[in-house]
């Protein structure tokens, strides 16, 4: 018997998997490796990875992390993918001829999907299934449906209408020689609205061969009727299975509950483990390389440079920004293009979530009053009180508060954090890591990446889960999504959730809590604060965080008058070097100082860049004032780096040489023994921004 399928589509966009809504907007999800790797890990049925770049040109934008491919080409991509993809894979994008298609096959694919090619010369069709067999040959089916219902095969990424009937086109391709079809609806891409059930009927009626239905499905009910109803032989999805922990086992143990016969799920297997395995000695050897590197120094840059550095429109990030950014034909940021979203939401739709809300935190709550009812993430920061007055005095929750010490607290900052305890009357949990280990992964990772925080936004991420499983907690909250605050990187419609894959990417560069055992000698038993609960813990004690952000109407300034007033919250008495903000990273020293300033030495920009781009987005600020505080703190040096120096033993030399190695070459040219880069305020005054 052949099981119906349950199928991840991943689109791969200039070298990054991105998240699709009908065809247009694209917002960055992140490392194509990464994200397949975490498939492994579920036992996926077959993959789908289609790639949507309008040219074959790939670019991870970022050094820095621990997973990269040599070369720029979707080939590149596809074959460090192939080495960490344990199923079936099909790959689409880019193919106009036989040689392109063999070339995928041996790069690791195991299926090719065509689309404009099949259109544009059916008979390619045909000479692919007799050259490689029609098991290989997939053809995607891009469906738009009309105003007055009539459905069209469009092409070139849903750009252009074809005048074919899907279902016609279909019956067609299968003549032709496709083995299999994968069926996507345009206009319910992205909208969580379910799949074109219609459409696929239709199909599936046409055609012998197996269909694959996608576009739509937002949630794990929505995939089912793909099948039940529908009649097809395998359901796929994008977008779903980014926003969610352990979203396609939950998604797969939901199509078996409601009766079809798939391959049950499994987490995890002795092949492929959920803990990158890294090289001995694999730390030590990059910190060698990195500093010969630094040794060298730099020397004068070629004018061929990767490509060069622009603004966006509205605000002021830049494309080489740290966060994951997509700007669209106008030149808007996504961060911009999802703020305008959230402004416009109505305040019965903010209604509305508040209900959801309700209702999630109901369920979670504490039956007998045994357990805590929900493990709140803070760090004394204005957030951190913001979000314990909602869950602990508007909802009535008892929630166990967990931080992650880093050891770099700014006096205000923990004073804001002790006195917690004491006015929300909340138990307190605090993960403190030895200091000696702490000096040691700050000066590792500084060399090895670049980012002496690293071993903070690991802990930040992984604390609050750790306490949650072993109090017997299933619900973990946090404030915002950082990303989708700074660079749009989801819909708000999505309620997007923290995932093992965006802690491990985003948060920890690619590199896991093992990455530094061995040096300096560090133990594994060292490591035990920054070790994430495995996957059969999330899945078997249902363990989820959410950020509140998704639910309430998000305003800094309005939740820091709140705190302040009810609850004495302080900011910092004194100004930052680096930014013109006083109510944010209290609890780091170095997030607005050293590491802020590593941050512009590697991308050009810094804190200020993303206070200003927050600001403008929320109309408290024009975008000239922006530019203007840009222009005077992101270049600073912060005085903050004395104490760091004088706390790793790291000497200010070596810190500017090692810094040196970590510029982009997209930002930075060395020219006449100097760094020098282009400025947003040079191209404003040219008047070409």
């Not at 200039?14 to 498939?39: D, K």
């Not at 345009?186 to 239905?213: H, M, N, W």
């Not at 509140?548 to 910092?572: F, I």
């Not at 020098?676 to 040079?682: E, H, Q, Y």
């Amino acid at each position: 018997m052949v099981r119906p399928r349950l199928i991840p589509c991943l689109l791969l966009k200039n070298g990054l998997i991105v998240r699709s809504e009908i065809f247009r907007i694209h917002q960055v999800i992140g490392n194509p490796m990464s994200t397949v790797e975490r498939f492994s890990h579920w036992n996926v049925d077959e993959l789908v990875l289609l790639d949507i770049s309008r040219e074959d040109f790939h670019d991870l934008r970022r050094d820095d992390l621990q997973q990269q491919y040599s070369g720029s080409t979707a080939l590149n991509v596809l074959r460090e993918v192939s080495k960490v993809c344990f199923m079936p894979l099909a790959f689409g994008g880019r193919i106009r001829s036989l040689e392109d298609i063999r070339a995928r096959l041996e790069a690791g694919a195991d299926k090719c999907v065509v689309n404009t090619r099949a259109v544009e010369e059916p008979g390619f069709i045909a000479e692919a299934a007799k050259r490689f067999g029609g098991q290989c040959v997939v053809v995607s089916i891009d469906a738009l449906r009309h105003e007055d219902g009539r459905r069209e095969v469009f092409i070139r990424g849903g750009r252009e209408a074809t005048g074919l009937d899907p279902a016609e086109w279909a019956a067609r391709v299968e003549k032709l020689g496709a083995g299999e079809i994968f069926l996507n609806s345009v206009d319910r891409d992205g909208t969580a609205q379910g799949y074109d059930l219609e459409l696929v009927r239709k199909v599936v009626r046409a055609t012998t061969i197996p269909v694959i239905a996608c576009g739509g499905a937002g949630r794990y009910n929505q995939l089912a009727p793909g099948i039940l109803e529908a009649g097809a032989s395998a359901v796929s999805a994008a977008n779903l299975f980014h926003f969610f922990e352990l979203s396609y086992p939950f998604a797969k143990k939901a199509c078996l509950e409601a009766g079809i016969p798939m391959r049950p799920v499994k987490l995890g297997g002795r092949w492929f483990r959920r803990e990158p395995g890294y090289a001995p000695g694999a730390a030590e050897n990059k910190i060698r390389a990195r500093l010969d590197a630094a040794a060298k120094g730099p020397s004068e840059t070629s004018a061929a440079r990767r490509k060069k550095v622009s603004w966006c429109a509205q605000c002021v990030y830049p494309t080489s920004s740290a966060v994951p950014l997509e700007f669209d034909e106008a030149g808007v940021c996504m961060g911009c293009r999802v703020a305008k979203a959230r402004k416009a939401i109505p305040a019965s739709e903010w209604t509305r979530r508040r209900e959801i809300l309700g209702k999630l935190l109901e369920r979670y709550r504490s039956r007998d009053g045994s357990a805590y009812d929900c493990v709140i993430a803070v760090s004394g920061g204005k957030d951190s009180y913001y979000l314990t007055h909602v869950i602990k005095n508007e909802y009535g929750l008892n929630p166990l508060l967990a931080t992650y010490d880093a050891n770099n607290w700014t006096p205000t900052g923990w004073e804001n954090l002790l006195r917690m305890k004491e006015v929300f009357g909340a138990d307190h949990v605090i993960y403190s890591p030895s200091v000696g280990l702490l000096k040691k992964l700050n000066r590792l990772a500084f060399m090895v990446m670049g980012d002496m925080n690293w071993h903070g936004h690991l802990g930040i991420m992984t604390a609050p889960v750790r306490a949650a499983a072993q109090h017997g907690v299933s619900l973990v909250i946090y404030g915002e999504h950082g990303y989708m605050d700074l660079g749009g990187q989801f819909s708000m419609d999505d309620f997007q959730e923290i995932t093992y894959r965006a802690r491990l990417e985003h948060f920890a560069r690619g590199y896991e809590w093992n990455y530094f055992l061995g040096a300096e000698g560090i133990a594994a038993q060292d490591m035990l604060f920054y070790q994430y609960p495995s996957d059969q813990t999330l899945f078997d004690q249902d363990i989820r965080g959410i950020y509140l952000g998704n639910y309430l109407n998000w305003d800094a300034y309005a939740h820091t008058r709140l705190v302040s007033e009810k609850y004495g919250w302080k900011p910092s008495p004194v100004p930052f070097e680096r930014t013109y903000r006083r109510i944010s990273n209290l609890d780091d020293m170095h997030e607005n100082g050293g590491h802020d300033y590593l941050k512009y030495i590697k991308f050009g920009y810094g804190r200020c860049t993303d206070h200003v781009c927050k600001d403008i987005r929320s109309g408290s600020m024009t975008r000239e004032q922006g530019v203007e505080l840009v222009r005077r703190y992101d270049h600073v040096k912060p005085s903050d780096l004395e104490r760091w120096f004088k706390y790793t033993g790291v000497s200010e030399e070596q810190f500017a040489r090692i810094a040196d190695t970590f510029r982009d070459p997209r930002v930075w040219s060395f020219v006449d023994g100097r760094w020098v880069k282009d400025n947003l305020w040079d191209h404003e005054e040219k008047g070409h921004g």
